[in-house]
């Protein structure tokens, strides 16, 4: 299993999560951050809560099967891209297992 990490701005929060659930991944967690990268956008200003950071960003965090992260990978990209700079990132990690907290069951498919 993998874990996808999206890094994407706010105004695109909503066409990105749409088009995830029209593609089958219908669990995301999403978070409100500020970040800070090497190009600065115009409209970018000093954060009250921290002083380094300059850029609102939404962190948008799924879990699927191995062989749907290219899948899903292309899904968020397409929906997340702007003709500006700066879209964000996406990082990709190992998940050796993750279990429903109800039942106590892996939700990791076991290839053969």
Same mark, same amino acid.
């Given at each position: 299993?993998?874990?996808? +990490?999206? $890094?994407?701005?706010?105004?695109?929060?909503?066409?990105?999560?749409?088009?995830?659930?029209?593609? !089958?991944?219908? &669990?995301?967690?999403?978070?409100?951050?500020?970040?800070?990268?090497? #190009?600065?956008?115009?409209?970018?200003?000093?954060?009250?809560? $921290?002083? $380094?950071?300059?850029?609102?960003? *939404?962190?948008?965090?799924? *879990?699927?099967?191995?062989?749907?992260?290219?899948?899903?990978? +292309? *899904?968020i990209c397409e929906?997340? +891209?702007?003709? #500006?700079?700066?879209?964000?990132? *996406? #990082?990709?990690?190992?998940?050796? =297992?993750? #279990?429903?907290? +109800?039942? !106590?069951? &892996?939700?990791?498919?076991? =290839?053969?």
């Amino acid at each position: 299993m993998k874990e996808i +990490k999206a $890094f994407i701005k706010p105004t695109k929060l909503e066409n990105v999560v749409e088009a995830l659930k029209e593609n !089958g991944f219908e &669990s995301v967690t999403l978070s409100e951050c500020e970040g800070t990268g090497a #190009y600065k956008r115009e409209d970018s200003v000093p954060s009250l809560k $921290f002083h $380094f950071a300059d850029s609102k960003v *939404i962190k948008l965090e799924l *879990i699927c099967q191995n062989e749907e992260v290219k899948k899903a990978v +292309k *899904i968020i990209c397409e929906n997340a +891209k702007t003709p #500006y700079p700066a879209d964000g990132i *996406i #990082y990709v990690s190992d998940v050796n =297992d993750a #279990y429903k907290i +109800k039942t !106590g069951k &892996s939700i990791k498919k076991i =290839d053969f």
